[in-house]
């Protein structure tokens, strides 16, 4: 999402000077200089790619093979090298609508970022050509995950779990970094392989240093967390923390065992699956269960719960789903398997 916005910065350390994490929009001090370190970071790195840049057509250097996807800011072409043949991803932008420096933060992100499994490796590659600025990565050809989530199913449990498994190892990653993904979705996740053993994720264009401050641009989707739903603790906006990641892949995580959205939008006046939701939350009642959460079992329920706290310094880390991974998350899977293991004892 390049050049759309202006690259935001995070809560000024003056916002500080009370000493009270409220005069930091509800960041410690900790957290405030993670992040602030994090767009220190990157600024160094911006500046030194904008020397590096090769300035070319692309069909100069590389030979066009077939469209990989469009988004609302570029466009993704399979290219090979044409020299070495190598096969790789360019992103093209186009700079009607990409400004420098909007490009080389989008290309900074992912390479400080592309060297975990379960992120798109980035080449130090960046074009700025007549039209348009392009940079590299490794192209992987299975698509992304929408096509992989059957509707109302969802994933097989082992896929399920392989995936959330991945992705939130990803992110803890970014959140190690100082930084907040921020778009997590099923289309920004896409597949190695045709039976879905390894993900990566991709699209770094809304990824921001924690404590930066945003405002929710456009109605909310179910991956928006309620906090940025809610009127912003500061004038200029909500400081960004890691747990915009964690609502983001419980909703992510729900739909991959169900084939369901939760809801629409977190917003309980406007959404009654949303409402329903919470009134299963605070009751912890059976007969509250609503019914997209059916299909689910207990370890799911639990996982989840804490993944789509409402309240953010409540919410469980990403890295809360090592401890649920193995035991049963989708109920008829549980009871197919103690079925299946009931009949082999009685053998
Ligand atoms: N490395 C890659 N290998 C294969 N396909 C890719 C790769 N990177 C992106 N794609 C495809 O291109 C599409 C658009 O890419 P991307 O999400 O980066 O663009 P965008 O304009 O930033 O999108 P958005 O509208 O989500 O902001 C992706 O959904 C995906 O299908």
């Not at 202006?6 to 994490?21: I, L, N, Q, S």
């Not at 909007?102 to 590659?125: D, K, M, N, R």
């Not at 390894?198 to 928006?224: E, M, N, Q, S, W």
Request: net charge negative; proline share 11%; aromatic share 8%.
């Amino acid at each position: 999402m390049p050049g759309k916005q202006p690259v935001e910065r995070p809560v000024e350390a003056g916002a500080a000077e009370d000493g009270t994490e409220e005069g930091l929009g509800g960041l410690t001090p900790e957290e405030l200089q993670q992040g602030q370190e994090a767009a220190l970071a990157l600024e160094d790195m911006m500046a030194l790619s904008a020397q590096t840049l090769v300035h070319a057509e692309v069909d100069q250097l590389y030979q066009e093979v077939r469209p990989l996807g469009q988004g609302r800011y570029g466009r993704v072409l399979l290219v090979t090298h044409r020299q070495k043949g190598t096969p790789l991803a360019l992103k093209q932008l186009p700079k009607p609508s990409t400004s420098l420096r909007g490009f080389l933060y989008e290309f900074c992100v992912g390479l400080s970022l592309g060297t975990h499994p379960a992120i798109v490796a980035a080449y130090g590659i960046g074009i700025e050509s007549a039209h348009s600025y392009s940079f590299l990565t490794e192209p992987v050809l299975h698509g992304d995950l929408i096509t992989f989530i059957q509707p109302k199913v969802g994933l097989p449990q082992p896929a399920a779990q392989r995936c959330a498994a991945q992705l939130a190892s990803a992110l803890e990653h970014i959140h190690s970094r100082g930084l907040v993904y921020r778009d997590l979705k099923p289309e920004n996740v896409l597949v190695c392989d045709p039976a879905c053993r390894r993900v990566k994720l991709a699209d770094f264009g809304h990824t921001r240093p924690r404590g930066t401050l945003l405002r929710l641009a456009g109605p909310p989707i179910p991956y928006t967390a309620p906090e940025l739903c809610a009127p912003p603790p500061l004038p200029e906006g909500l400081p960004i923390q890691p747990a915009l990641d964690a609502w983001a892949l419980g909703v992510l995580v729900f739909c991959l065992l169900t084939g369901y959205f939760p809801w629409d939008q977190p917003l309980v006046e406007a959404d009654p699956f949303y409402e329903d939701f919470l009134i299963w939350q605070a009751s912890g009642q059976p007969q509250d269960r609503p019914q997209p959460w059916f299909g689910l079992a207990p370890a799911a329920d639990e996982l989840l719960w804490g993944l789509l706290d409402p309240h953010p310094r409540r919410r469980s880390p990403v890295g809360s789903i090592k401890g649920y991974l193995g035991r049963p998350w989708k109920q008829l899977e549980r009871e197919a398997e103690e079925l299946g293991k009931g009949a082999e004892d009685g053998q």
